[in-house]
T-cell receptor, first 112, second 116 residues
Protein backbone atom coordinates (compact mmCIF):
# COMPACT_ATOMS: atom_id res chain seq x y z
CA UNK A 1 0.00 0.00 0.00
CA UNK A 2 1.20 3.49 -0.84
CA UNK A 3 -0.73 5.02 2.07
CA UNK A 4 -1.31 8.75 1.55
CA UNK A 5 0.35 10.39 -1.42
CA UNK A 6 0.46 14.06 -2.38
CA UNK A 7 1.12 15.72 -5.72
CA UNK A 8 3.16 17.83 -6.35
CA UNK A 9 5.94 17.82 -3.75
CA UNK A 10 7.08 21.37 -4.50
CA UNK A 11 5.53 24.30 -6.31
CA UNK A 12 6.32 27.96 -6.82
CA UNK A 13 3.48 30.30 -7.81
CA UNK A 14 3.20 33.97 -8.57
CA UNK A 15 0.61 36.04 -6.74
CA UNK A 16 -2.77 35.61 -8.38
CA UNK A 17 -2.06 32.25 -10.01
CA UNK A 18 -4.17 29.21 -9.27
CA UNK A 19 -3.30 25.60 -8.60
CA UNK A 20 -4.68 22.33 -7.29
CA UNK A 21 -3.02 19.99 -4.82
CA UNK A 22 -3.98 16.34 -5.08
CA UNK A 23 -4.18 13.94 -2.16
CA UNK A 24 -4.80 10.24 -2.71
CA UNK A 25 -5.19 7.40 -0.19
CA UNK A 26 -5.50 3.68 -0.84
CA UNK A 27 -6.70 2.63 2.62
CA UNK A 28 -10.43 3.06 1.98
CA UNK A 29 -10.60 5.77 4.65
CA UNK A 30 -13.79 7.80 5.03
CA UNK A 31 -12.29 10.89 6.63
CA UNK A 32 -9.76 13.14 4.91
CA UNK A 33 -8.19 16.41 5.97
CA UNK A 34 -6.03 19.23 4.66
CA UNK A 35 -3.68 21.03 7.05
CA UNK A 36 -1.12 23.75 6.61
CA UNK A 37 2.07 23.91 8.65
CA UNK A 38 3.77 27.19 9.44
CA UNK A 39 6.81 27.66 11.71
CA UNK A 40 5.88 27.97 15.36
CA UNK A 41 2.18 27.43 14.68
CA UNK A 42 1.90 23.68 14.44
CA UNK A 43 -0.60 22.36 11.91
CA UNK A 44 -3.91 24.08 11.29
CA UNK A 45 -6.93 22.49 9.66
CA UNK A 46 -8.03 24.06 6.36
CA UNK A 47 -10.88 21.82 5.18
CA UNK A 48 -11.99 18.29 5.80
CA UNK A 49 -14.30 15.63 4.39
CA UNK A 50 -16.31 12.95 6.17
CA UNK A 51 -17.03 10.95 3.04
CA UNK A 52 -17.29 11.00 -0.73
CA UNK A 53 -19.11 14.08 -1.94
CA UNK A 54 -18.84 15.96 1.38
CA UNK A 55 -16.61 18.84 2.45
CA UNK A 56 -16.53 21.19 5.41
CA UNK A 57 -14.53 24.18 6.61
CA UNK A 58 -11.81 23.91 9.19
CA UNK A 59 -9.99 26.55 11.18
CA UNK A 60 -8.37 28.48 8.30
CA UNK A 61 -10.49 27.94 5.15
CA UNK A 62 -10.29 31.40 3.54
CA UNK A 63 -8.67 31.41 0.10
CA UNK A 64 -9.01 27.65 -0.37
CA UNK A 65 -11.58 25.34 -1.90
CA UNK A 66 -11.79 21.56 -1.82
CA UNK A 67 -13.56 18.73 -3.57
CA UNK A 68 -13.99 15.02 -2.91
CA UNK A 69 -15.58 13.50 -5.97
CA UNK A 70 -14.03 10.10 -5.32
CA UNK A 71 -13.54 8.49 -1.92
CA UNK A 72 -9.83 8.03 -2.42
CA UNK A 73 -9.04 11.58 -3.57
CA UNK A 74 -9.22 14.94 -1.83
CA UNK A 75 -8.28 18.03 -3.84
CA UNK A 76 -7.24 21.40 -2.42
CA UNK A 77 -7.50 24.41 -4.70
CA UNK A 78 -6.09 27.89 -4.52
CA UNK A 79 -8.03 30.17 -6.89
CA UNK A 80 -5.83 33.27 -6.52
CA UNK A 81 -2.64 32.57 -4.61
CA UNK A 82 -1.32 35.08 -2.09
CA UNK A 83 2.08 35.24 -0.36
CA UNK A 84 0.32 34.44 2.94
CA UNK A 85 -0.43 31.01 1.50
CA UNK A 86 3.26 30.14 1.39
CA UNK A 87 3.35 27.07 3.59
CA UNK A 88 3.76 23.31 3.74
CA UNK A 89 0.49 21.52 3.09
CA UNK A 90 -0.31 18.10 4.52
CA UNK A 91 -3.11 15.78 3.69
CA UNK A 92 -4.25 13.14 6.16
CA UNK A 93 -6.84 10.39 6.33
CA UNK A 94 -8.37 8.11 8.92
CA UNK A 95 -10.80 5.24 9.12
CA UNK A 96 -12.54 6.35 12.29
CA UNK A 97 -12.51 9.54 14.31
CA UNK A 98 -10.73 8.00 17.32
CA UNK A 99 -8.05 6.42 15.17
CA UNK A 100 -4.72 7.90 14.19
CA UNK A 101 -4.57 10.05 11.11
CA UNK A 102 -2.16 8.95 8.41
CA UNK A 103 -0.25 11.82 6.85
CA UNK A 104 1.13 12.34 3.39
CA UNK A 105 4.69 13.60 2.78
CA UNK A 106 3.59 17.20 2.25
CA UNK A 107 3.65 19.81 -0.50
CA UNK A 108 5.92 22.82 -0.08
CA UNK A 109 4.28 25.82 -1.74
CA UNK A 110 5.93 29.19 -2.24
CA UNK A 111 3.92 32.16 -3.48
CA UNK A 112 6.00 35.07 -4.76
CA UNK B 1 -12.74 25.42 21.15
CA UNK B 2 -9.92 23.11 22.07
CA UNK B 3 -6.43 24.44 22.58
CA UNK B 4 -3.13 22.68 23.10
CA UNK B 5 -0.03 24.16 24.67
CA UNK B 6 3.41 22.66 24.32
CA UNK B 7 5.78 24.18 26.82
CA UNK B 8 9.10 24.89 25.20
CA UNK B 9 9.52 25.26 21.46
CA UNK B 10 13.05 23.82 21.70
CA UNK B 11 14.36 21.14 24.05
CA UNK B 12 17.97 20.02 24.08
CA UNK B 13 19.24 16.88 25.81
CA UNK B 14 22.37 14.77 25.85
CA UNK B 15 22.38 11.28 24.40
CA UNK B 16 21.28 8.89 27.12
CA UNK B 17 19.45 11.54 29.13
CA UNK B 18 15.76 11.64 29.96
CA UNK B 19 13.48 13.24 27.38
CA UNK B 20 10.46 15.15 28.70
CA UNK B 21 8.19 17.07 26.33
CA UNK B 22 5.24 18.83 27.89
CA UNK B 23 1.69 19.09 26.60
CA UNK B 24 -1.36 20.63 28.24
CA UNK B 25 -4.84 20.80 26.79
CA UNK B 26 -7.87 22.90 27.59
CA UNK B 27 -11.05 20.91 27.86
CA UNK B 28 -13.42 20.04 30.67
CA UNK B 29 -14.03 16.68 29.02
CA UNK B 30 -10.88 14.61 28.38
CA UNK B 31 -10.30 14.46 24.64
CA UNK B 32 -8.50 11.91 22.54
CA UNK B 33 -4.79 12.74 22.81
CA UNK B 34 -2.01 12.04 20.36
CA UNK B 35 1.72 12.57 20.01
CA UNK B 36 3.16 12.75 16.51
CA UNK B 37 6.78 12.99 15.39
CA UNK B 38 8.04 14.74 12.27
CA UNK B 39 11.50 14.08 10.90
CA UNK B 40 12.99 16.71 8.56
CA UNK B 41 11.17 17.03 5.25
CA UNK B 42 8.73 14.26 6.08
CA UNK B 43 5.12 13.89 7.08
CA UNK B 44 3.90 13.19 10.60
CA UNK B 45 4.07 9.76 12.17
CA UNK B 46 2.06 8.64 15.18
CA UNK B 47 4.09 7.92 18.32
CA UNK B 48 1.21 7.04 20.62
CA UNK B 49 -2.39 7.86 21.45
CA UNK B 50 -4.70 7.96 24.44
CA UNK B 51 -8.35 7.14 23.84
CA UNK B 52 -9.49 5.64 27.15
CA UNK B 53 -8.64 3.14 29.89
CA UNK B 54 -4.93 3.02 30.73
CA UNK B 55 -3.53 6.42 31.63
CA UNK B 56 0.06 5.38 30.87
CA UNK B 57 0.39 4.87 27.17
CA UNK B 58 3.36 3.19 25.52
CA UNK B 59 4.31 4.08 21.99
CA UNK B 60 6.94 3.34 19.42
CA UNK B 61 10.68 3.89 19.79
CA UNK B 62 10.57 3.66 23.59
CA UNK B 63 8.35 6.69 24.13
CA UNK B 64 5.49 6.80 26.58
CA UNK B 65 3.04 9.40 27.85
CA UNK B 66 0.90 9.70 30.93
CA UNK B 67 -2.58 11.18 30.87
CA UNK B 68 -3.29 13.23 34.02
CA UNK B 69 -6.84 14.48 34.10
CA UNK B 70 -6.35 16.65 37.17
CA UNK B 71 -3.50 18.49 35.47
CA UNK B 72 -5.01 18.39 31.94
CA UNK B 73 -1.62 17.14 30.78
CA UNK B 74 -0.23 14.49 28.47
CA UNK B 75 3.54 14.76 28.74
CA UNK B 76 5.80 12.63 26.55
CA UNK B 77 8.84 10.90 28.02
CA UNK B 78 11.65 8.60 27.04
CA UNK B 79 14.15 7.33 29.63
CA UNK B 80 17.22 7.50 27.42
CA UNK B 81 17.55 9.76 24.38
CA UNK B 82 19.11 8.51 21.18
CA UNK B 83 20.56 10.61 18.39
CA UNK B 84 17.83 9.31 16.09
CA UNK B 85 15.18 10.94 18.34
CA UNK B 86 16.11 14.38 17.03
CA UNK B 87 12.94 15.65 15.36
CA UNK B 88 9.93 17.88 15.92
CA UNK B 89 7.19 16.56 18.16
CA UNK B 90 3.56 17.58 18.09
CA UNK B 91 0.86 17.04 20.67
CA UNK B 92 -2.66 16.95 19.24
CA UNK B 93 -6.18 16.57 20.60
CA UNK B 94 -9.55 15.61 19.20
CA UNK B 95 -12.95 16.01 20.82
CA UNK B 96 -14.80 12.82 21.69
CA UNK B 97 -18.07 14.13 20.29
CA UNK B 98 -19.42 12.46 17.15
CA UNK B 99 -19.61 15.76 15.31
CA UNK B 100 -15.94 16.54 15.85
CA UNK B 101 -15.24 14.16 12.94
CA UNK B 102 -11.77 13.45 14.22
CA UNK B 103 -10.52 16.96 13.59
CA UNK B 104 -7.17 17.49 15.26
CA UNK B 105 -5.99 20.60 17.09
CA UNK B 106 -2.21 20.70 17.27
CA UNK B 107 0.21 22.30 19.64
CA UNK B 108 2.89 24.53 18.17
CA UNK B 109 5.51 21.79 18.22
CA UNK B 110 8.71 21.13 20.15
CA UNK B 111 12.01 20.64 18.37
CA UNK B 112 14.13 18.06 20.17
CA UNK B 113 17.89 18.26 19.75
CA UNK B 114 20.09 15.43 21.00
CA UNK B 115 23.76 16.13 21.70
CA UNK B 116 26.43 13.41 21.63
Amino acid sequence: NAGVTQTPKFRVLKTGQSMTLLCAQDMNHEYMYWYRQDPGMGLRLIHYSVGEGTTAKGEVPDGYNVSRLKKQNFLLGLESAAPSQTSVYFCASTLATYNEQFFGPGTRLTVL
Amino acid sequence: AQSVTQLGSHVSVSEGALVLLRCNYSSSVPPYLFWYVQYPNQGLQLLLKYTSAATLVKGINGFEAEFKKSETSFHLTKPSAHMSDAAEYFCAVSDRTRTSYGKLTFGQGTILTVHP
